[in-house]
């Protein structure tokens, strides 16, 4: 019974890391993909504004003005939705670094670092007296306030 308490919190800890890690993994493969079609699009613009200055050269240089027709309208709201979908992908991008940024694991996270002071009660918002119960850090089992050891898998602690 000793071990049985450590062994099943680090099987559940390893199950809990690696469902995060793998939509980690994940959230960063789509966030990649995200930027890959962003570029794209990017460059796709950049064509069109090089193609539309050539047409806007070629009917000023043929007749002295500039009509807004034909195939100058139509690379201009080719331009048009191509900057509205940039815009949609930054946005997709954005929240997908959002949804991320909420798995991501720290460093401190893995360190391991001192139990807090044991206290019999806390306040919170000053109004109400919550009970605090008292936890083994090994087995996660219930133990008195002043206990230095565990009943369950007689760890010493404190």
């Known amino acids: 019974m000793k071990g049985k ?3 099943n919190f680090f099987q559940d ?3 809990v890391l690696e469902k995060g890690m793998g939509q980690v993994g ?3 493969f789509d966030i990649s993909k995200l930027k890959n079609i962003l ?4 460059d796709q613009i950049q064509n069109l504004y090089t193609r539309l200055g050539k047409l806007v050269f070629a009917e000023w240089k043929e007749k002295g003005r500039i009509e807004v027709t034909g195939e100058i309208e139509q690379v201009l709201r080719m331009i048009q939705t191509g900057n509205q979908q940039m815009n949609e992908l930054e946005k997709r991008i954005d929240l997908q670094s959002q949804a991320s940024a909420v798995f991501s694991p720290t460093k401190s996270q893995f360190e391991p670092t001192a139990p807090p ?3 019999t009660t806390a306040v919170i918002n000053e109004q109400k007296p919550v009970t605090v119960l008292y936890l ?3 087995c996660a089992h219930q133990v008195k306030q002043e206990a230095s050891s565990c009943s369950n898998c007689q760890a010493r602690f404190y």
């Open 5 to 7: 308490g450590k062994m």
């Open 13 to 15: 800890l390893k199950q």
């Open 26 to 28: 994940n959230q960063v």
């Open 39 to 42: 570029n794209g699009e990017k």
């Open 117 to 119: 002071p044991l206290t």
């Open 136 to 138: 083994c850090p090994f």
